[in-house]
């Protein structure tokens, strides 16, 4: 059993900078890929940001693509999600995930541990 606790968020300005961080007491993250997803207000469905395979790949939503940067730090056990530029369309709950499979994938049923949220709110 994995468990996944984000941190970092809080409340910034548009242009502004943040870093998200996904980490675990249980399980290693390296033995998983990795996704980020968020879920803005308004949406009944939860959005692809970002991922990361066990082989490095990485792959973003094409709203983020640029801007996030998703990377792992096997020392620390953690998942980060590097977030520049913000926009006020960035603003939601931003999710860890974690699948037990090498690959990635866009697709929230796909993933198997999820965390419990960590709320990123941008203002114009």
């Known amino acids: 059993q994995v468990q996944l606790v984000e941190s970092g968020g809080g409340l910034v300005q548009a242009g502004a900078s943040l870093t998200i961080v996904c980490e675990t007491s249980q399980g290693t993250l390296s033995d998983y890929a990795m996704g980020w997803f968020r879920r803005t207000p308004g949406a009944n469905e939860r959005e692809f940001v970002a991922?990361?395979?066990?082989?490095?790949?990485?792959n973003y939503g094409s709203s983020v693509k640029g801007r996030f940067t998703i990377s792992k730090d096997s020392a620390e056990n953690t998942l980060h999600l590097q977030m520049n530029s913000l926009k006020s369309e960035d603003t939601g709950v931003y999710y860890c995930?974690?699948?037990?499979?090498?690959?990635?994938?866009?697709?929230?049923?796909?993933?198997?541990?999820w965390g419990q949220g960590t709320q990123v709110t941008v203002s114009s």
């Open positions: 995930a974690a699948r037990g499979a090498p690959y990635s994938s866009t697709r929230p049923p796909d993933y198997d541990y």
């Open positions: 991922s990361l395979n066990t082989f490095g790949t990485t």
